[in-house]
């Protein structure tokens, strides 16, 4: 008896290889290979917990994509009701900023709850949206948020374009982050853990993936898998494009984050390489680890 649970003891401690590591590789590498700039990326099948990792534990640039933490200290913070989403911020001109989002079109002393700015920030990736929360929230909250969560490499440095720099982001060696640093294992933990109703609660995780869901724009992970339900963020910044989202295939609830930096030229367009190598890996990804 002894024997047998000493046995059982053993073959759970052994860590499991993911199989479909070896079948990906052959698909995934040709197509980093060939792709001008660095990626990284990691993904898994949240029904069968087969995952596959390509420089999964480096710590990449996030641009937007680092607004789910700004989302998820904002849904904290009503749940312990330290502010109520019927708070209101005040749009004026010195606060607008430029980038993505729709309210530097609109008229200064405009007054907006903290749920439509959670909104905005996560359905048009609104900049100006996303300062106006942090001026609520403050990067020093969200960081200490996602360090009690247990995302260690998660960090966002500061405000989108200046200001409101965190500890974190006040470390010369984060500079070169700009607005936030992550890494596509911790993004990709942080949607398992949402889907699975493990942040904050369980209703306010679902309110958060189907906030996730309504994201505008299908450039990247999901691109030609226009069938499969998503929920998703995407970011954007010079020569970096980053998407993580989950994939609701038939064959499994395939999470994934993908990096890819360092690309030789600025390109505005949805036909970036970037986004287009992101859709091609998401469909060899959520084929390679589909459940059979």
Not at 74 to 96: H, M, P, S, Y
Not at 104 to 112: A, C, F, I, N
Not at 191 to 209: D, F, Q, T, V
Request: hydrophobic residues 45%; contains cysteine.
């Amino acid at each position: 008896m002894k024997t047998k649970l000493l046995l059982l003891i053993l073959l759970i401690s052994v860590p499991t290889v993911s199989q479909s590591q070896p079948k990906l590789d052959d698909q995934v590498k040709p197509l980093v290979a060939s792709f001008k700039g660095k990626v990284s990326l990691f993904a898994k099948n949240l029904d069968t917990g087969e995952t596959y990792a390509f420089s999964a534990d480096e710590r990449v640039r996030t641009a937007s994509t680092i607004k789910i933490a700004v989302m998820i200290e904002a849904f904290a913070r009503v749940a312990e009701g330290k502010i109520k989403w019927t708070d209101e911020v005040v749009l004026t001109k010195e606060k607008k900023v430029s980038g993505s989002g729709i309210l530097t079109e609109l008229s200064d002393g405009l007054h907006l709850t903290l749920r439509d700015a959670v909104n905005l920030m996560m359905i048009l990736s609104d900049n100006t949206a996303t300062n106006l929360l942090l001026e609520v929230l403050t990067t020093d909250a969200v960081n200490a948020r996602m360090e009690a969560l247990g995302f260690k490499n998660i960090k966002i440095m500061r405000r989108i374009g200046s200001g409101g720099e965190s500890v974190a982001g006040k470390d010369p060696e984060n500079k070169k982050y700009g607005l936030g640093m992550a890494t596509p294992r911790e993004m990709v933990l942080v949607m398992e853990k949402l889907e699975r109703g493990e942040i904050i609660s369980p209703a306010a995780s679902k309110e958060m993936i189907d906030l996730m869901k309504r994201e505008q724009g299908r450039n990247a992970i999901g691109r030609s898998l226009w069938t499969v339900p998503m929920a998703s963020k995407y970011g954007a910044l010079d020569r970096l494009r980053s998407a993580v989202g989950i994939l609701y295939t038939k064959k499994g609830k395939i999470a994934m984050a993908i990096s890819c930096d360092e690309m030789p030229e600025t390109m505005w367009s949805v036909d970036n390489p970037a986004y287009l190598l992101m859709s091609r890996l998401s469909e060899v990804i959520a084929d390679g680890l589909a459940s059979k």
